[in-house]
């Protein structure tokens, strides 16, 4: 038996096999019929709620601001350079 004949041999039992599993699920014609329980877990179970953290003094926040290097020497990057007054320096135009 060829390869691809085997593939459709096992897409056809497949294919049978689904279909008779969905003819036996119970459908809404019969309201009798048990179904298995639903499982329901909420969304919310696991949440925490937010909790503000404790305010500090604006004074200390600036003090340790100042102590490391003002606004933008807290996360350690340089001072930004002015802008150069030859505003075309760099790409090779003329002014």
Same mark, same amino acid.
């Given at each position: 038996?060829? &390869?691809?004949?085997?593939?459709?041999?096992?897409?056809?039992?497949?294919?049978?096999?689904?279909?008779?599993?969905?003819?036996?699920?119970?459908?809404?014609?019969?309201?009798?019929?048990?179904?298995?329980?639903?499982?329901?877990?909420?969304?919310?179970?696991?949440?925490?709620?937010?909790?503000?953290?404790?305010?500090?003094?604006?004074?200390?926040?600036?003090?340790? &601001?100042?102590?490391?290097?003002?606004?933008?020497?807290?996360?350690?990057?340089?001072?930004?350079?002015?802008?150069?007054?030859?505003?075309?320096?760099?790409?090779?135009?003329?002014?």
């Amino acid at each position: 038996m060829s &390869a691809q004949l085997r593939r459709v041999h096992v897409c056809t039992l497949l294919l049978t096999l689904s279909t008779s599993a969905m003819a036996a699920a119970p459908g809404p014609e019969q309201p009798e019929a048990t179904v298995p329980p639903v499982d329901y877990r909420s969304a919310f179970t696991d949440y925490t709620p937010f909790r503000p953290s404790e305010l500090t003094g604006w004074r200390e926040v600036n003090d340790t &601001a100042r102590q490391l290097g003002g606004h933008l020497g807290h996360m350690g990057a340089p001072s930004p350079q002015p802008p150069s007054p030859d505003h075309h320096h760099g790409h090779g135009g003329t002014p």
